[in-house]
């Protein structure tokens, strides 16, 4: 039998927090799946499974000039993706694990994910502005990581509202 001392409760603050995280580890696992789709396609030369019709041609938006950076001839945005999203759940990790991600892991979560939304925001315009197409999987990890970013804020913002403030003693 479970007593009352022995469920753990979810309205303190620290359950909130790991709430916040794990919703961030989602979005993130759920990024790469996608992110790593794109990348398999690009890797074995296979077509993107997509709903083609006057606004949606995944083909067309993932052979873009914008497909691989530096334009034409750099590496496929997917396969950066891929890595960055990589890059991130392995921070989400060490950030609980390892005593300097323990510290400056929240910074670097945020940063990552901010340079992310803003590269993700400018090949969004460029594939519904500039080709008027739009790739459903693309769009998908663009939704991720805005969710991240916004679940990264939050948890940025908490963190640095938690942090004693130097105050300035007088004599």
């Given at each position: 039998?479970?007593?009352?001392?022995?469920?753990?409760?979810?309205?303190?603050?620290?359950?909130?927090?790991?709430?916040?995280?794990?919703?961030?580890?989602?979005?993130?696992?759920?990024?790469?799946?996608?992110?790593?789709?794109?990348?398999?396609?690009?890797?074995?030369?296979?077509?993107?499974?997509?709903?083609?019709?006057?606004?949606?041609?995944?083909?067309?938006?993932?052979?873009?000039?914008?497909?691989?950076?530096?334009?034409?001839?750099?590496?496929?945005?997917?396969?950066?993706?891929?890595?960055?999203?990589?890059?991130?759940?392995?921070?989400?990790?060490?950030?609980?694990?390892?005593?300097?991600?323990?510290?400056?892991?929240?910074?670097?979560?945020?940063?990552?994910?901010?340079?992310?939304?803003?590269?993700?925001s400018?090949?969004?315009?460029n594939?519904?502005?500039?080709?008027?197409?739009?790739?459903?999987?693309?769009?998908?990890?663009?939704?991720?990581?805005f969710?991240?970013?916004?679940?990264?804020?939050?948890?940025?913002?908490?963190?640095?509202?938690?942090?004693?403030?130097?105050?300035?003693?007088?004599?």
């Amino acid at each position: 039998m479970t007593t009352a001392a022995q469920i753990p409760e979810l309205d303190t603050p620290r359950a909130r927090v790991d709430i916040l995280w794990l919703l961030s580890v989602i979005f993130v696992v759920v990024a790469m799946l996608t992110s790593g789709y794109l990348s398999y396609t690009k890797l074995f030369n296979e077509s993107v499974i997509c709903v083609e019709n006057s606004t949606f041609d995944c083909n067309a938006v993932t052979s873009s000039v914008w497909s691989k950076f530096p334009q034409n001839n750099g590496i496929d945005v997917a396969y950066l993706g891929f890595i960055s999203y990589t890059t991130l759940l392995v921070l989400l990790i060490l950030e609980k694990k390892v005593g300097f991600f323990k510290q400056y892991g929240l910074y670097l979560i945020f940063g990552l994910i901010m340079f992310d939304f803003m590269f993700h925001s400018y090949l969004t315009y460029n594939s519904l502005f500039v080709l008027q197409k739009a790739c459903i999987w693309c769009l998908a990890t663009h939704l991720m990581a805005f969710l991240t970013l916004i679940v990264t804020t939050i948890r940025f913002w908490k963190h640095l509202s938690a942090e004693p403030s130097a105050e300035v003693q007088t004599v």
